[in-house]
C-alpha cells in the first residue's frame, strides 16, 4: 500500500449491510464464491451508485437491481445509480445471475449523506504511546500482579505502549552517603518494595513495551522539610512537606539512581521521568510533595544535568498537574517561557486530565488548544500523564472515548495514559478487573491498538456534529487508522470516497452496547461503513 494514500473527500451514509439474502443463493462449485454490495455517493443530495463486487462466480452474468418500492430492473451492469424521491430509508437488493445459479446481497441506508473532509497536507502530532500505571492489582495489595495471559492481554490485545510507574517510597530508606555526585548502589534498596515489581516490569519488556516512565510520589522523609503532623499513619513520612533546598542534587541522585537500577535488574532504558507527581496538592493520606513552579523549575535543571552527566537518554516531563490552562500558567512560565535551561531539559509537558486529583475532567476544545498552542511555541510534545474515574459503564466507556478524542483532536497530544491498567473488584481507577478486559478496557482498545507509536494526526473535520473524527497514518509500519464515534442513538456510516487506492482493504472494529471492540468484517476505501448509534468504529489498514 502507498505510504501516503488519502481522503480527499469522505461521504456518510446512514448504512446497514445484511449478510442474509432475501432468498437463499444456489452456490455453485468453487472456493470464496460470493458478491459484495458496495456504495458510494451519487451525484445529486438524492442519489447514490452502487457496485456489486463478484468473486468466483463464472461470466457472462446479468444483475437484478431491486430498489424495494421505489424500482425494479434487470441490466448486465455490476455498477448503478439510484435517484431517491425524498431523505428517508431505503434497502437495495442485487442479484447475479449466471447458468449455474444466482447468488444476492442487500443493503439498507438512509438519506440525507453527511461529509468528512481529511487534509493530508496538514500533519499534526506524532504519537508516543498508549498506557497505564501498575499491573494486575494495586502494589499495596498482595497480588498476584501479574500471570501470562494478563500480560498477553494488554500487551497483543490492549496494545499497551507505555508502562508508567513510580518509584517505591523506600528505595532510599538513608542517604547512600555524603556525596550527592558518588551513587552507592549497596545503599539503595532493591529487595523492598520494588522486589515485588521488577519481574512484572521484565515481563513487560520482554513482551514488547519499550516506553517506560517513571513519576516520583515523593522525594524520601529525610530529603523533605515542613512535613505535616496530621497525616495517616501509613504515610511513614512520605505525605506532604517540601523538597529540602540544600538536598536538590542529592534528590537528582536518587532519580538517577533508579533509572540506572532500572536498566541494571530489568534491562530497561527509562523513557522519561517525572520529578514531582501534582506539586501542588499537599495530600495527607498518601505520598506528596509540594513545590512552587520555580521550585520546581530548579529541580528539573539540576536533574537535566545529572542526566547528561550520566550518559542517560532519559527525558524528563513535568509538571504533571492538572489538564486547565488556568492551573499550568505558572509551569508554562516557570518550565517554558522564562528560562532557557529549565525549557531545554523540560522535554515533554504533562497534564492530568482532572478537576480536582480524582474526579475526571472530560475536557473540551477550548482548554485542550490553548495548552497545546502554548507548547507547540516551544516545540514541545503534550501528554495527558494520568486520568480514571470513569464509569464501568458503556455511558462511562463513551464519555472515555469522547474524552481521548478530543485531547488528540484539540490538544494534540502524543501520549494517553490511564492510572491503574487494573484492580481487583470493579473499579473506575482502572481499565480491568482482576486482570479481565472492561467497557473501559474496550473502548481504550480501538486507540491504544490501532493508533502505534509513530502514528501522524491529519487534519479532518465532519460537517456532522455527532459524528466525531479522527486520522492517523503511520509511516513505520505503513498503516492507516480512521476512528469515528458516533454520538448520536441513530445509525449512520461512513464513505470512504476519493481515497486514491479504491483496492485498499480496512478491518472495522466496532464497539456498541452489546459489542466489544468486535472485528466487523473487512471494507475497501470506496464502500459503506455502519456507524451504529452510539458507537466506535475504527478502520485499520496495515501492509503486510
Known amino acids: 500500500m502507498n505510504r501516503s494514500i488519502f481522503i480527499v473527500l469522505s461521504v456518510f451514509l446512514t448504512i446497514h449491510c445484511k449478510k442474509d439474502a432475501p432468498t437463499e443463493p444456489k452456490t455453485p462449485t468453487g472456493t470464496e464464491t460470493y458478491i459484495d454490495l458496495r456504495a458510494s455517493a451519487g451525484e445529486t443530495a438524492l442519489s447514490a451508485k452502487f457496485f456489486a463486487v463478484v468473486k468466483n462466480f463464472k461470466e457472462p452474468l446479468s444483475f437484478d437491481w431491486n430498489f424495494a418500492d421505489t424500482s425494479y430492473n434487470t441490466q448486465t451492469s455490476e455498477i448503478t445509480e439510484m435517484t431517491f424521491p425524498q431523505n428517508g430509508q431505503y434497502t437495495v437488493y442485487v442479484t447475479a445471475s449466471n447458468s449455474d445459479g444466482y447468488i444476492t446481497d442487500s443493503l439498507t441506508f438512509v438519506l440525507p449523506f453527511s461529509k468528512v473532509v481529511v487534509d493530508p497536507e ?184 545529572r542526566i547528561d552527566q550520566a550518559d542517560l537518554q532519559t527525558k524528563i516531563f513535568a509538571p504533571e498537574h492538572m489538564g486547565s490552562f488556568s492551573w499550568e500558567q505558572g509551569f508554562f512560565n516557570a518550565l517554558l517561557r522564562n528560562d532557557d535551561i529549565t525549557r531545554t531539559y523540560t522535554d515533554i509537558f504533562a497534564v492530568h486530565s482532572y478537576l480536582d486529583g480524582v474526579t475526571p475532567d472530560y475536557g473540551d476544545a477550548a482548554g485542550w488548544r490553548q495548552m497545546y498552542q502554548e507548547c507547540a511555541k516551544y516545540q514541545k510534545p503534550l501528554w495527558m500523564s494520568e486520568t480514571s474515574g470513569y464509569e464501568q459503564t458503556w455511558t462511562g466507556a463513551q464519555k472515555l472515548a469522547e474524552s481521548i478524542y478530543v485531547a488528540l483532536k484539540y490538544g494534540k497530544i502524543s501520549a494517553w495514559i490511564y492510572w491503574q491498567l487494573s484492580e481487583s473488584g470493579p473499579s473506575e481507577y482502572a481499565l480491568m478487573r482482576d486482570g479481565q478486559p472492561t467497557p473501559l478496557y474496550y473502548v481504550s482498545k480501538h486507540f491504544y491498538r490501532y493508533i502505534r507509536p509513530g502514528a501522524e494526526q491529519f487534519e479532518s473535520a465532519s460537517d456532522d456534529e455527532k459524528i466525531l473524527v479522527l486520522t492517523f497514518n503511520n509511516e513505520n509500519d505503513v498503516s492507516n487508522t480512521f476512528i469515528y464515534i458516533n454520538r448520536d442513538r441513530k445509525p449512520r456510516s461512513i464513505l470512504l470516497d476519493g481515497i486514491s487506492e479504491a483496492g485498499a482493504e480496512y478491518t472495522i472494529y466496532r464497539s456498541t452496547r452489546d459489542l466489544n471492540c468486535q472485528q466487523a468484517g473487512t471494507t475497501v476505501a470506496t464502500n459503506a461503513v455502519l456507524l451504529p448509534g452510539e458507537s466506535i468504529t475504527t478502520l485499520y489498514s496495515k501492509e503486510k
Open 122 to 305: 496538514l500533519k499534526y502530532q506524532t504519537i508516543d504511546g498508549f498506557g497505564a500505571f501498575g499491573a494486575m492489582d494495586v502494589w499495596w495489595s498482595n497480588g498476584p500482579f501479574y500471570t501470562e495471559n494478563f500480560i498477553d492481554l494488554v500487551v497483543n490485545d490492549l496494545g499497551l505502549s507505555i508502562h508508567r510507574n513510580n518509584i517505591p517510597w523506600d528505595f532510599e530508606p538513608t542517604n547512600d552517603n555524603t556525596d550527592p555526585y558518588k551513587i552507592d548502589t549497596n545503599n539503595f534498596n532493591i529487595k523492598g518494595t520494588i522486589a515485588k515489581q521488577l519481574p512484572y516490569l521484565k515481563a513487560l519488556r520482554k513482551a514488547g513495551v519499550d516506553k517506560f516512565i517513571i513519576s516520583c510520589w515523593t522525594p524520601m522523609d529525610w530529603m523533605k522539610i515542613d512535613i505535616p503532623k496530621d497525616v495517616e499513619p501509613h504515610c511513614n513520612g512520605q505525605c506532604g512537606g517540601k523538597l529540602n533546598p540544600i538536598l536538590y542534587q542529592e534528590y537528582a541522585e536518587y532519580l538517577v539512581a533508579f533509572i540506572q537500577m532500572l536498566k541494571r535488574e530489568c534491562g530497561i532504558e527509562l523513557y522519561a521521568i517525572s520529578p514531582q507527581n501534582e506539586p501542588l496538592f499537599e495530600q495527607t493520606t498518601f505520598e506528596s510533595c509540594v513545590y512552587t513552579p520555580e521550585e520546581l523549575a530548579d529541580v528539573i535543571k539540576i536533574l537535566g544535568s
